[in-house]
């Protein structure tokens, strides 16, 4: 595959915090303010996502104000090339 024809294309990434499986009641019953605990430390890595498949770990930091993400391993990278 030629790499390059794609070099522009716009992709969705997503950092992934954590999850738990809850009941859709309790999903019903959400509302502000409500708070759902994760099975993540808060100081654990989190994930880098590319669709559903994790492509590196990092941590989460402030950069001016925003979350960002500091990677700090790679799992699947993209050769370059073709």
């Known amino acids: 595959m030629n790499w390059e ?14 999850n738990k ?14 708070t ?6 808060s100081n654990e890595p989190v ?3 590319l669709g559903e498949n994790v492509i590196a770990i990092g941590e989460v930091v402030i950069i001016d104000g925003n979350f960002g993400l500091q990677i700090t391993k790679m799992l699947k990278k993209v050769k370059n090339g073709n």
């Not at 499986?21 to 409500?34: H, P």
């Not at 759902?36 to 430390?41: A, D, G, K, P, Y």
């Open 5 to 18: 024809l794609l070099k522009d294309t716009n992709v969705t990434i997503r950092v992934r915090l954590g």
């Open 21 to 34: 499986k809850v009941l859709l009641a309790d999903i019903r019953k959400l509302d502000i303010g409500s």
């Open 36 to 41: 759902i605990e994760l099975n993540r430390l």
């Open 47 to 49: 994930e880098l996502m």
